[in-house]
């Protein structure tokens, strides 16, 4: 006969067990064992060390080629402002490029009139990562400062995200392993090897701010980069020994 057990705690998070047939060669006289499954976080918290900057500059003009010439001389200044500011060329990289009409709508829902093109709208935009955030506030007003009139936000970045995310790894098998047994002790069985280990979640970071700024923006740019949260859940599967 085939054993299927269902474990359940009440209002226990992130706890989920299963006792299921297992997945592996038996013998045909041979009841497959029941199994306990859940899953583990592990979370831990670090502070960035670089960031990264999304501006670029807007400008408007009766043609496109007016449009595009002033554009094009405003985010040159501001690269230039950048590599001045110690921003490395490899770090400075063009995000997006736009060309739009600017249209005029007939008032009072004139439909005998159709919507005229009255000028344009040039858009470049720059990704800039600092590597020195104790530079980020200085290299925010000089971005601005010298033409830069869209800051459509920031990028906290943890530069050892990946080595930091093996040390959750290890929480969250040891949080899958705590829980096991609450639920191994309250069943009154006993865990037996684990039968298969898979991560469902990764690096989880705090979602960023949009901030705009415009041209007349202070001479300071007040600038905190707080923690990000770097998070890993595992599920885990052991056997119940009979």
Do not use: C
Not at 25 to 32: L, N, Y
Not at 164 to 176: K, N, Q, Y
Not at 189 to 197: A, G, K, Y
């Amino acid at each position: 006969m085939h054993l299927t057990v269902i474990l359940r705690a009440g209002l226990v998070a992130g706890a989920i067990v299963t006792a299921a047939l297992m997945a592996r060669p038996v013998h045909a006289d041979e009841a497959p064992r029941p199994t306990l499954s859940l899953t583990g976080t592990g979370e831990i918290l670090a502070r960035p060390d670089m960031a990264l900057i999304h501006s670029g500059v807007v400008t408007e003009a009766e043609t496109a080629r007016a449009a595009l010439d002033a554009n094009n001389e405003a985010i040159a200044a501001v690269i230039a402002a950048m590599k001045e500011a110690d921003i490395e060329a490899r770090d400075i990289q063009t995000s997006g490029f736009s060309v739009q009409p600017r249209y005029h709508y007939p008032k009072n829902g004139d439909d005998a009139e159709s919507p005229k093109i009255v000028g344009y709208s040039v858009t470049n935009s720059v990704a800039v990562k600092v590597r020195d955030l104790d530079t980020l506030g200085g290299v925010l007003d000089k971005a601005v400062t010298v033409g830069a009139n869209r800051i459509n936000g920031i990028d906290f970045i943890v530069s050892d995200a990946d080595k930091r995310l093996d040390e959750a790894r290890g929480l969250a098998i040891a949080d899958a392993t705590r829980k096991a047994r609450i639920y191994a002790d309250a069943a009154s069985v006993e865990l037996s090897r684990i039968q298969s280990i898979a991560e469902a979640g990764g690096f989880a970071p705090a979602p960023r701010k949009a901030m705009m700024m415009r041209a007349e923006a202070a001479p300071a740019v007040p600038v905190e980069a707080g923690e990000q949260s770097l998070s890993v859940t595992v599920s885990v599967t052991w056997e119940i020994k009979e």
